[in-house]
T-cell receptor, first 116, second 109 residues
Framework: GAVVSQHPSRVICKSGTSVKIECRSLDFQATTMFWYRQFPKQSLMLMATSNEGSKATYEQGVEKDKFLINHASLTLSTLTVTSAHPEDSSFYIC????????????FGPGTRLTVT | DAKTTQPTSMDCAEGRAANLPCNHSTISGNEYVYWYRQIHSQGPQYIIHGLKNNETNEMASLIITEDRKSSTLILPHATLRDTAVYYCIVSVYGQNFVFGPGTRLSVLP
C-alpha cells in the first residue's frame, strides 16, 4: 500500500497567528512531496514541490516567506502558514511520490484551515 | 493550464460500466497518463496510470489510444460509492501535476 497522513485534519486559528500542518508517508519513503491548496468548488492547485534535505520549489504566485515548507526526512514534510489571514482559509492537501515505474503521487486526506 | 480536457459531468447507472474519456492531444513521449478521483472534502485517491499500454487493476481499466492522444478510464461495475470527481492528468514521472476541473461522475441507483 501507500498511505499518506496529514495532521491536523482541521484547524481554526486567529488572524496573525501561524499554523503548522504535517504530512507523513506511513509505509514508504517519499522522494518528493507536494503541497496543494483547494478553494471551495475549485480544483487542486500546486503550491510547492519539496525534496528531502533541500529547499522547496514554489509555484508562481505562492509566497515562500508566508508558506514555509520543511522536508526533514523521507517520510515527513511540514507546511507552516505564517501570519495567517482569512483569505488563507482553504483545504490544504499534501502528496508523496512513491518511487517506481510512473512515480505516482499518493495524497493525504487534507487539512481544512479556517482563519478567523 | 491543464494539458487534458474532460467532460464536465457524466451519469452512470449503478451496476453498469462507467467510461470516462480524456483528451490529451499534446502529450509528450515521456509523459504518463494518471487517473485520480476525489470524493467531497477528501484528498484525491490514486486509481491507475499508464504510459502506452492498456492497464488494469482491482479498481479500473485504462485504455490508451495508439497515438496516445486520448484515453478512457473504465469502472466495470459502478457503485454509488464511485460517485466522485475524476481527474485525468499527464505528467513526466509524477512531477508537477496540473489538475483541471475533472469529470463529475454521478452513479444513479
Amino acid at each position: 500500500g501507500a498511505v499518506v497522513s496529514q495532521h491536523p485534519s482541521r484547524v481554526i486559528c486567529k488572524s496573525g497567528t501561524s499554523v503548522k500542518i504535517e504530512c507523513r508517508s506511513l509505509d514508504f519513503q517519499a522522494t518528493t512531496m507536494f503541497w496543494y491548496r483547494q478553494f471551495p468548488k475549485q480544483s487542486l492547485m500546486l503550491m510547492a514541490t519539496s525534496n528531502e534535505g533541500s529547499k522547496a520549489t514554489y509555484e508562481q504566485g505562492v509566497e515562500k516567506d508566508k508558506f514555509l515548507i520543511n522536508h526533514a526526512s523521507l517520510t515527513l514534510s511540514t507546511l507552516t502558514v505564517t501570519s495567517a489571514h482569512p483569505e488563507d482559509s482553504s483545504f490544504y492537501i499534501c502528496s508523496a511520490t512513491k518511487p517506481g515505474q510512473g512515480n505516482e503521487q499518493y495524497f493525504g486526506p487534507g487539512t481544512r484551515l479556517t482563519v478567523t | 493550464d491543464a494539458k487534458t480536457t474532460q467532460p464536465t459531468s457524466m451519469d452512470c447507472a449503478e451496476g453498469r460500466a462507467a467510461n470516462l474519456p480524456c483528451n490529451h492531444s499534446t502529450i509528450s513521449g515521456n509523459e504518463y497518463v494518471y487517473w485520480y478521483r476525489q470524493i467531497h472534502s477528501q484528498g484525491p485517491q490514486y486509481i491507475i496510470h499508464g504510459l502506452k499500454n492498456n492497464e488494469t487493476n482491482e479498481m479500473a481499466s485504462l485504455i490508451i489510444t495508439e497515438d496516445r492522444k486520448s484515453s478512457t478510464l473504465i469502472l466495470p461495475h459502478a457503485t454509488l460509492r464511485d460517485t466522485a470527481v475524476y481527474y485525468c492528468i499527464v505528467s513526466v514521472y509524477g512531477q508537477n501535476f496540473v489538475f483541471g476541473p475533472g469529470t463529475r461522475l454521478s452513479v444513479l441507483p
